[in-house]
């Protein structure tokens, strides 16, 4: 694709209630990252995919939170009994290769998730 | 714990203006650094550094790295308005709180 894409771009949700989040990212691109950036702070690292697999979980807040991706492509980020804290723009980026070796990521445009 | 941070937090200068952003770090296993900008959601890419002393440029943005006392600076000359934007650095996965430029006329 184009770009690396992200729906919802907005998701407004009740306390308790679960919500998924989709990133789509740029075809070919092996590795997969997500972040969460909280009003005026920088980006929160939370999980990466090498392909179908997440090397690195540590940056899950909680137990809520998980994710998952299917055929080296799409990913999807699931917050169970999503908590007023979890309100946030949820960022996708992807890289040719693992970024820690130094690729550079394209991100998404990201989902402003909002959960009352 | 990997450490990256990043000065001033914003910046306020008048266009014409140059403006020189620091960013420090503290990380294991040191591969790259990386230079973001952020205007409204999504990130987009300005410059890898890997090596020591070696200026990386693109028209009036240039960036630095000194791996012996760990920190990059991202400088911009002649600012314009359309700079005005939020610089991220980041370090393997951990991104600074970035510095906040906003360029007046």
């Known amino acids: 694709g184009a770009g690396v894409s992200q729906s919802p771009s907005n998701k407004v949700t009740e306390k308790g209630k679960d919500v998924e989040l989709r990133c789509d990212p740029i075809s070919g691109h092996t590795a997969l990252y997500w972040y969460r950036q909280s009003l005026g702070q920088g980006l929160e690292f939370l999980i990466y995919?090498?392909?179908?697999?997440?090397?690195?979980k540590s940056g899950l807040p909680s137990d809520r939170f998980s994710a998952e991706r299917t055929g080296g492509s799409v990913s999807t980020l699931t917050i169970q009994r999503t908590q007023q804290e979890d309100s946030a723009v949820y960022l996708c980026?992807?890289?040719?290769?693992f970024g820690t070796g130094g690729y550079e990521q394209y991100f998404g445009p990201g989902t402003r998730l909002t959960v009352t | 714990e990997d450490k990256v941070v990043q000065s001033p937090l914003s910046l306020v200068v008048h266009e014409g203006d140059t403006v020189t952003l620091n960013c420090s770090y503290e990380?294991?296993?040191?591969?790259?650094l990386l230079w973001y900008k952020q205007e409204k959601k999504a990130p987009t890419f300005l410059f890898m550094l890997?090596?020591?002393?070696i200026e990386k440029k693109s028209g009036r943005l240039s960036s630095i790295l000194d791996k012996k006392e760990l920190f990059s600076i991202l400088n911009i000359t002649a600012t314009q308005t359309g700079d005005s934007a939020v610089y991220l650095c980041a370090v393997k996965l951990t991104f600074g709180t970035g510095t906040r430029l906003q360029v007046t006329l």
């Open positions: 995919f090498q392909g179908n697999s997440a090397p690195d």
């Open positions: 980026a992807s890289s040719l290769g």
């Open positions: 990380v294991t296993n040191f591969r790259s």
């Open positions: 890997t090596s020591s002393g």
